[in-house]
């Protein structure tokens, strides 16, 4: 079974920046798309941002022109630079490898998840 591992998390002030990475223990980022996900206090797990394998990225709207999803294959890493944080960013965040639905949707591709990085963002 694949463990991702996520770290970077942490509590910062509005306008800051943190920078996220996760970890798989099989290097499942060659032949998937990537994703973070969130989940703030009271709220479903969201994906915020993806990465498919040819780079190309999708980010919700909330998020765009502040946070950076990235890959490395050759790590087995995918980071998520985040910039301009607001309390609004509050939330714990997941990576998943990522499957494409019928729709063209984006879904989680393991039922399992991470224990997730903490991000608080607060004065």
């Known amino acids: 079974q694949v463990q991702l591992v996520e770290s970077g998390g942490g509590q910062v002030q509005p306008g800051g920046s943190l920078r996220l990475v996760c970890e798989a223990s099989?290097?499942?980022?060659?032949?998937?798309?990537m994703g973070w996900f969130r989940q703030g206090p009271g709220e479903e797990r969201q994906l915020v941002a993806a990465?498919?394998?040819?780079?190309?990225?999708n980010y919700i709207r909330s998020v765009k022109g502040r946070f950076t999803i990235s890959r490395d294959n050759a790590k087995s890493t995918v980071y998520l630079q985040m910039d301009n944080l607001g309390p609004e960013d509050t939330a714990v965040y997941y990576c998943?490898?990522?499957?494409?639905?019928?729709?063209?949707?984006?879904?989680?591709?393991?039922?399992?998840w991470g224990q997730g990085t903490q991000v608080t963002v607060s004065t």
């Open positions: 998943n490898a990522l499957k494409i639905l019928y729709s063209g949707a984006y879904a989680p591709l393991y039922d399992s």
């Open positions: 099989e290097n499942i980022f060659r032949i998937n798309p």
């Open positions: 990465i498919a394998t040819d780079g190309k990225t």
